[in-house]
């Protein structure tokens, strides 16, 4: 099967390019090494939320029934060389219970007594890489490790989608050695995004938060022209009241996009919906004394911390009558709770949405998060695995970890 990896610009054009999935692989004998996004969220050494692991048991089921011998790597933090608080060894683990078979962790990843465990492993058998970031060669892409791992290999399978923005040894540099497939985790990524907007169900509506507006600019150039309507919420709201001559307190301004939001305004007075009335609060914290106010009465003493409940009501109705819909970025501090009232809004009004037929997307990151701690996770048609890598693929860039996989 072809995918598209796909790039689409501000024309609304399509520059996509077909690429080699495991659908086309007949792994049977073969060893494969597959990079996978095993960047799990733990505490001391338990793994708080597998997502990315149950995710990535698509692609190494099939690749062993096919009798094939998989070879998992993977990072895990940012490690400075070796750091036992960054072992895979619980992911390791995870798997073994998930698959039903014992998952070896190999520490040496690169060296010989791994290319001997390899070497002498059977078909249908997993063995897991220990974290590649233990060696700084990894992130600088160098040749002379990627080929150390592509010695391990017949074949390349990339099903890191989390990771895949990032060209480096294992995601990348790999692939120029050995014929690359997209994983099927990729696979469903770069549909589902990809179709969202690329093809999208109208009506087209996007939701934008998170705190600055300087960090969604490319994102919002390449959606705008495509959207029927895009809502804006979070710490991105105050530069677009400032920008409309509003008072907006002490809440977050990002003053040197306040140019570039008067001009958005300017340009799609229709499509762009504001809040109406916040959540104004003296303090940034769990404890401080909180107040909904209209944007136009922000006192100047308090920041602006949620979306208030009109807007959320208008936001939900909105989102709830859309065919397609794509999240991006909390709309108010979600991570605490006087805070979490228009987020929650936003994933209950998706789930809502699901339910009348639209194609519901939850970018990557803090929105992902969002959904998953408020229980709506498995009411969205699809909720990215990757933070980075999903804001990367919608800004309508080239992820170098899919470019590199062969032509198909
Ligand atoms: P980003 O990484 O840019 O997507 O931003 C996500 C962060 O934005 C989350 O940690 C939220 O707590 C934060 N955020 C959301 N709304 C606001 C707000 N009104 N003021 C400050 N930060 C916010």
Known sequence: MRILVTNYRLAG??????????????????????????NVPLEGSRITDDRRI?????????LRSQGAVVILASHLGRPKGVDPALSLAPVAARLSELLGVTVPLLVDSVGESTKATVLAAKPGDVLLLE????????????????????????????????TAHRAHASTEGVAH??????????????????????????????IMGGSKVKDKIALIDNLLPKVDSLLIGGGMTYTFLKAQGLEIGKSILDSSSL?????????????????????????????ANTKVVP???????????????????????????????L???????????????????????????????????????????????????????????????????????VLPGIAALQDA
């Open 13 to 38: 054009t399509t520059v996509g390019m077909a690429k080699k999935s495991v659908l086309d692989l007949d792994a049977s004998g073969k060893r494969v090494l597959v990079r996978c996004d095993f």
């Open 295 to 325: 944007v136009t009465e922000i006192p100047a003493d308090q920041e602006g911390l949620d979306i208030g409940p009109e807007t959320a009501a208008r936001f939900a109705d909105i989102i709830e009558n859309a065919g397609t819909v």
């Open 177 to 206: 050695i050995l014929p690359g497939y997209a994983g099927l985790l990729i696979l469903k990524e770069i549909e589902h995004l990809g179709q969202a907007v690329g093809n999208p169900k109208r009506p087209f509506v996007a």
């Open 54 to 62: 149950t995710e990535a048991l698509p692609t190494i089921e099939r």
């Open 131 to 162: 974290n590649v970031r233990f060696h700084p060669e990894e992130e600088a892409n160098d040749p002379a490790f990627a080929k150390k791992l592509a010695e391990l290999a017949d074949v390349y399978v990339n099903d890191a989608f989390g």
């Open 259 to 287: 140019d570039y939001a008067r001009k958005l305004l300017q340009e799609y007075p229709d499509k762009i919906h504001l809040a109406t009335d916040v959540v104004a609060s003296d303090a940034f914290s769990a404890d």
């Open 327 to 397: 999240w991006n970025g909390p709309v108010g501090v979600f991570e605490l709770k006087p805070f979490q009232a228009g987020t929650l809004s936003v994933a209950k009004a998706m789930a809502v949405a699901t339910g009348k037929g639209a194609i519901t997307i939850v970018g990557g990151g803090d929105s992902a998060a969002a959904v998953e701690i408020f229980g709506y996770a498995d009411q969205m048609t699809h909720v990215s695995t990757g933070g980075g890598a999903s804001l990367e693929f919608l800004e309508g860039k």
